[in-house]
């Protein structure tokens, strides 16, 4: 017969081995029978210091109260809570679900079944992104990415890998700028819209690299900004404020712009004030483009075959559109490099502008590529080259 210590041992080891083979979603405990007053518990992964740790918050009905461990000691102090102050626990891992439960006489009881959480236990490359943005962060509840429980709503899975696939990307781009420890990060967001990426970023700048930020949201919808900021409020995010504000008006100070399908452009806009206001690092995803297109007619003949049909024209335009803007950065100084940034399942606006200022980038080379690429396709105007005065 197998005794109560063996069938909790073998709970204990499934979860060591889930923390340990990337595996593991969540544990939570529950019917507590210890001193004081009742409260349950919710075990997450998140990375410190790039290193795996397991999160335990534990819930009261005013107030959350966090510890964060090694997984070894993690596990070590999850092992000494059940049976003694949790009389059931559940363990969701990616491959099956693993429930302890204990009768009243205190007769463990363990039973498996399918995994019900499968699609929040992300695989080896997705990951890493889900240790950046756990899912049971306070902000993705209150924008309604996530539930109460901290689970991705099913209909939101795809804005979540598009939070996750930023934050990833914006972290390698973050450790190569090499900011200053003593100052605050400053943060521009332009077209923040409903501040999914600003809540994000700020959250991952300040909670999980531990920095002091000061970010601005720039959104011309005044309702969002109210939202934006009632919830920065909420969450206590004292340095993050949303301006209603037209992103050519904005002067807040800014190491790091942003824009994510900020409109038509308003992607130039932000990229003019990025480079303007000497901004270390330019992260844009281009949206809705409406400039180039109607102006090209007098291209050469060879590509004349190509602009005969409106929707290949149209993609033609992106790309030239697209192009241009990165030479136009390079041109001023600026490394790009140009990165495919969700899945083409999601948007066709998937390509991710990242521009770090760089001394060695050969400005001149990309000024005249930029010139060659306005003969050749026939353009005269670009919105973010009528800003930039060495580019006119
Ligand atoms: C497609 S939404 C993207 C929102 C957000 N960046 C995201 O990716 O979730 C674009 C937002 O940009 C705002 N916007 C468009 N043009 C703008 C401008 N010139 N200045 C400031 N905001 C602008 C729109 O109101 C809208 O909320």
Do not use: W
């Not at 100070?253 to 004030?273: E, G, S």
């Amino acid at each position: 017969m197998t005794s109560a210590t063996d069938v909790k041992g073998e709970f204990i080891a499934a979860l060591s081995s889930a923390a340990g083979d990337n595996s593991f979603v969540k544990l939570t405990l529950g019917k507590f029978r210890g001193e004081g007053s009742t409260r349950k518990a919710v075990v997450t992964l998140v990375l410190i210091k790039d290193k795996p740790h397991l999160k335990l918050v534990t819930s009261y009905s005013r107030k959350d109260e966090t510890k964060t461990f090694a997984i070894d000691q993690g596990v070590q102090f999850i092992a000494d809570l059940i049976g003694t102050d949790y009389m059931s626990a559940t363990l969701f891992t990616n491959v099956r679900d693993v429930r302890l439960d204990y009768s009243r006489k205190g007769v463990p009881h363990l039973s498996a079944g399918k995994p019900t959480m499968p699609s929040a236990a992300p695989q080896a490359h997705d990951r890493q992104k889900a240790y950046l943005v756990p899912a049971d962060r306070p902000y993705l509840k209150a924008l309604e990415v996530a539930d109460r429980d901290g689970r991705i709503k099913p209909t939101m899975q795809g804005k979540y890998r598009q939070i996750c696939r930023f934050i990833e990307i914006a972290a390698d781009l973050i450790s190569e700028c090499a900011f200053e420890k003593s100052a605050p990060i400053t943060v521009v967001d332009i077209g923040s819209g409903k501040g999914y990426l600003t809540f994000a970023f700020y959250d991952y700048v300040t909670t999980t690299l531990q920095r002091p930020c000061r970010m601005t949201g720039i959104e011309l919808r005044s309702d969002l900004v109210t939202l934006c900021n009632n919830l920065a409020r909420d969450l206590k995010f004292d340095g993050l404020k949303f301006v209603a504000e037209a992103a050519a008006q904005t002067d807040a100070p800014a190491d790091i712009v942003i824009a994510l399908h900020a409109c038509d452009t308003a992607t130039d806009d932000a990229m003019a004030f990025g480079i303007n206001s000497g901004a270390r690092l330019i992260l844009s995803a281009p949206c809705c483009q409406h400039e180039i297109a109607p102006q090209i007619k007098d291209t050469g003949e060879g590509l004349k075959g190509l602009i005969k049909y409106p929707l290949l024209k149209q993609r033609q335009a992106d790309l030239v559109t697209d192009a241009a803007r990165a030479l136009l950065l390079e041109a001023s100084g600026y490394k790009v490099r140009l990165i495919e940034f969700v899945s083409t399942e999601h948007t066709s606006k998937n390509i991710l502008i990242a521009a770090v200022t760089s001394a060695t980038v050969d400005r001149s080379a990309a000024l005249q590529q930029f010139r060659a690429l306005q003969n050749t396709i026939g353009f005269s105007t670009h919105h973010l080259a009528s800003q930039l005065k060495d580019a006119e």
